[in-house]
T-cell receptor, first 107, second 113 residues
Framework: EDQVTQSPEALRLQEGESSSLNCSYTVSGLRGLFWYRQDPGKGPEFLFTLYSAGEEKEKERLKATLTKKESFLHITAPKPEDSATYLCAVQDDKIIFGKGTRLHILP | DTEVTQTPKHLVMGMTNKKSLKCEQHMGHRAMYWYKQKAKKPPELMFVYSYEKLSINESVPSRFSPECPNSSLLNLHLHALQPEDSALYLC????????????FGPGTRLLVL
């Protein structure tokens, strides 16, 4: 059965304290892995798409990496405005979302 | 431009009302999606339209009726909803085949009384 598991469920960091969020997946044929940021009551905001193992993408303080079994979203020197829920989604025949990681950055 | 727009932003309706949610995109995407999201849960896929034809219905109750009038518009008609249908309803769009990144709208917050 296709699965997407995100960890941790919640993470509290001090401003400037770097860390990584994990997304592990089991799908029969990966067509893409997506990272989204979602603020409360709003739609998911697209961050990155990764297609193959070894691929990396960066945007400001965020960097996403992909292996054959998992993806990491690295956040470097986070700021309070980076607080949000980060969703990982994987696509084979259809898209499957993980449950998300709630990230809270303390000033 | 990666914008998907949704109207209304908020909707309160009684269980006997009929209302519609609207979604629009001008990115030339030929796939459009409706999702339902409860608080602190991931989005749940409801419907997928590909080239204006319904391709996936995830066993959604008939009180939800989707419609795709053209390649830019997607509607969700609501009738006789239940209080448990209260949620954030999200629309998304993507290309078909190749790079299928889905871009989401801001959502409609629905409350059923």
């Amino acid at each position: 059965e296709d699965q997407v598991t995100q960890s941790p469920e919640a993470l509290r960091l001090q401003e400037g304290e770097s860390s990584s969020l994990n997304c592990s997946y089991t799908v029969s044929g990966l067509r893409g892995l997506f990272w989204y940021r979602q603020d409360p009551g709003k739609g998911p905001e697209f961050l990155f798409t990764l297609y193959s193992a070894g691929e990396e993408k960066e945007k400001e303080r965020l960097k996403a990496t992909l292996t054959k079994k998992e993806s990491f979203l690295h956040i470097t020197a986070p700021k309070p405005e980076d607080s949000a829920t980060y969703l990982c989604a994987v696509q084979d025949d259809k898209i499957i979302f993980g449950k998300g990681t709630r990230l809270h950055i303390l000033p | 431009d990666t914008e998907v727009t949704q109207t209304p932003k908020h909707l309160v309706m009684g269980m006997t009302n009929k209302k519609s949610l609207k979604c629009e995109q001008h990115m030339g995407h030929r796939a459009m999606y409706w999702y339902k999201q409860k608080a602190k849960k991931p989005p749940e896929l409801m419907f997928v339209y590909s080239y204006e034809k319904l391709s996936i219905n995830e066993s959604v109750p008939s009180r939800f009726s989707p419609e795709c009038p053209n390649s830019s518009l997607l509607n969700l008609h609501l009738h006789a909803l239940q209080p448990e249908d209260s949620a954030l309803y999200l629309c998304a769009s993507s290309q078909v085949g190749g790079k299928e990144t889905q871009y989401f709208g801001p959502g409609t917050r629905l409350l059923v009384l």
